[in-house]
Nanobody, 116 residues
Framework: VQLVESGGGLVQAGGSLTLACAAS????????MGWYRQAPGKQRELVAT????????DYTDSVKGRFTISRDNAKNTMYLRMNSLKPEDTAVYYC??????????WGQGTQVTVSS
């Protein structure tokens, strides 16, 4: 499984961005997908997850009500809509996919910078 993120960039505080993660390869083996982020000098943290059937989503508290995770299995693509962005959202955002046998895959990351 290969994951490629896109959609990062520079945005002013209060603005919006939508990240996309395109999966290829053995995509039928993917169960859970999610977004992580890592700010400079900090550990990578979980932002949001979504199950394969899209019925269950989960968010870290700091993004609840502002970010929305979604997934289009027909296009093998996952999205993260980010609204009301804050400078503290600045980080490299990584796409993650978990297979049914506990295997994990990561994208290369996309930079999101929010200016104050």
């Amino acid at each position: 499984v290969q994951l490629v993120e896109s959609g990062g960039g520079l945005v002013q505080a209060g603005g919006s961005l939508t990240l996309a993660c395109a999966a290829s390869g053995y995509t039928f083996s993917i169960n859970l997908m999610g977004w992580y982020r890592q700010a400079p000098g900090k550990q990578r943290e979980l932002v949001a997850t979504i199950t394969r059937d899209t019925t269950n989503t989960d968010y870290t508290d700091s993004v609840k009500g502002r970010f929305t995770i979604s997934r289009d299995n027909a296009k093998n693509t996952m999205y993260l809509r980010m609204n009301s962005l804050k400078p503290e959202d600045t980080a490299v955002y990584y796409c993650m996919a978990e297979g049914y046998y506990g295997d994990f895959y990561w994208g290369q990351g996309t930079q999101v910078t929010v200016s104050s």
